[in-house]
């Protein structure tokens, strides 16, 4: 077992990368944050075992919505379900993802993946989020404590 962490701007693009090179993937557990960030924990799986768990600090296309500062509730409503219909969808880590490694070949395959930005204002969005969420790149840390500690039968 080996721990890595990765810097990621694509979460999606990722995964999609992975399936390609023949990993399944299981998304387990997931939760919206007080913060409006989103956090996924997920099973890549090769030869119907587990080769990695993997745990991502995500923005969604909902952020954006709280860029804008809109107090009137309704109005709030009302830009989400602009952003639900309009078929936008990707998910932009916050942090670097951290994968719990069991696979020494996806080591190799997260050492050699990179990425871009999937919209033209992810980094903007981002920018906001951590100037209003100082504390917003320590949330895997105990995330991934709480996995070791499932992993080692405790």
């Given at each position: 077992m080996?721990?890595?962490?990765?810097?990621?701007?694509?979460?999606?693009?990722l995964?999609?990368?992975?399936?390609?090179?023949?990993?399944?993937?299981?998304?387990?557990?997931?939760?919206?944050?007080?913060?409006h960030?989103?956090?996924?924990?997920?099973?890549l799986?090769k030869?119907?075992?587990t080769?990695?768990?993997?745990?991502?600090?995500?923005?969604?296309?909902?952020?954006?919505?709280?860029?804008?500062?809109?107090?009137?509730?309704?109005?709030?409503?009302?830009?989400?379900?602009?952003i639900?219909?309009?078929?936008?969808?990707?998910?932009i880590?916050?942090?670097d993802?951290?994968?719990?490694?069991?696979d020494?070949g996806?080591?190799?395959?997260?050492?050699s993946?990179?990425?871009?930005?999937?919209?033209?204002?992810?980094?903007?969005?981002?920018?906001h989020?951590?100037s209003?969420?100082?504390?917003g790149?320590?949330?895997?840390?105990?995330?991934?404590?709480?996995?070791?500690?499932?992993?080692?039968?405790?």
């Amino acid at each position: 077992m080996k721990i890595i962490s990765k810097a990621v701007r694509d979460l999606d693009r990722l995964l999609d990368y992975l399936k390609k090179k023949g990993y399944d993937l299981e998304e387990g557990s997931h939760i919206v944050l007080l913060d409006h960030s989103e956090v996924s924990r997920l099973a890549l799986i090769k030869d119907g075992k587990t080769a990695a768990i993997a745990i991502v600090h995500y923005l969604s296309p909902y952020y954006r919505v709280e860029t804008k500062g809109i107090k009137d509730e309704d109005k709030y409503l009302e830009e989400l379900l602009m952003i639900k219909h309009s078929g936008e969808n990707w998910r932009i880590p916050v942090e670097d993802v951290v994968f719990v490694v069991f696979d020494e070949g996806l080591e190799d395959l997260l050492s050699s993946y990179s990425d871009e930005y999937p919209v033209g204002d992810a980094e903007a969005l981002v920018r906001h989020y951590l100037s209003r969420n100082p504390k917003g790149k320590e949330i895997l840390r105990v995330l991934l404590a709480r996995i070791l500690d499932e992993l080692s039968g405790g």
